[in-house]
């Protein structure tokens, strides 16, 4: 496949730079084949082995999407993460893509951490990178509130099904918006 650079995509001129000071300069297949279509609004499955740059394919669309609006008190995008461990470094790396994007909040949630503080947190939170049980608990809890998200992601979505979460992230799914999907 041919190699596409990342200023060949269409990004906004703060992805860019954040992209930029990573270091990145061509996407990888993943996220030339994703990013795309994504940003286009299409739901995509991608499947790429560990350490190909899956984070960045659908964090990049994620950013891309958000409403830096102030008025806009709740969340905008859901990424659902099978570990603790997976949610921290997935929040890291698309807190250092969205660096120069100014009000952004990006914050990983999961289970053990103390609630209340969680819930202090997720104040002008527009992305959240969670755990199921833990998202699920905000949502019944209404800590979390739907009403503005426009992208969910299942990250390591096979994961997450052999670990048991089919459940949690069914009930997950039955509080965002899908229009006719
Ligand atoms: P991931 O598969 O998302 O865990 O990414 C694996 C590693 O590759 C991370 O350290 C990323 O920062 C890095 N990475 C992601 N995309 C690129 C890229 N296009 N060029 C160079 N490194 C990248």
Redesign the pocket.
């Known amino acids: 496949m041919e190699t596409v650079r ?1 200023d060949e995509l269409d990004l906004c001129q703060e992805i860019l730079r954040g992209v930029k000071e ?7 297949p993943i ?1 030339a084949q994703a990013i795309p279509v994504a940003m286009q609004g299409y739901d995509v499955i991608g499947q790429a082995q ?8 659908f964090g990049i669309p994620v950013l891309e999407k958000v409403n830096l609006n102030k008025d806009i008190k709740h969340p905008q995008a859901l990424i659902l993460c099978p570990t603790r461990e997976l949610a921290v ?1 997935a929040a890291e ?1 698309i807190r250092k893509l969205a660096k120069y994007m100014h009000g952004i909040k990006v914050l990983p949630i999961y289970g053990g951490q103390d609630i209340n503080k969680q819930i202090r947190a997720l104040k002008g939170t527009q992305v959240i990178i969670g755990t199921p049980g833990r998202v699920m608990d905000h949502l019944r809890r209404k800590t979390i509130r739907c009403d503005y998200v426009n992208t969910i992601v299942l990250d390591e979505a096979d994961e997450m099904l052999n670990m048991g979460f089919r459940e949690d992230i069914e009930t997950v799914l039955e509080y965002i918006p899908t229009e006719d999907r």
């Open positions: 990342f990573m270091g990145f300069e061509e996407a990888s996220q560990t350490g190909t740059g899956k984070t960045a394919a470094q790396e």
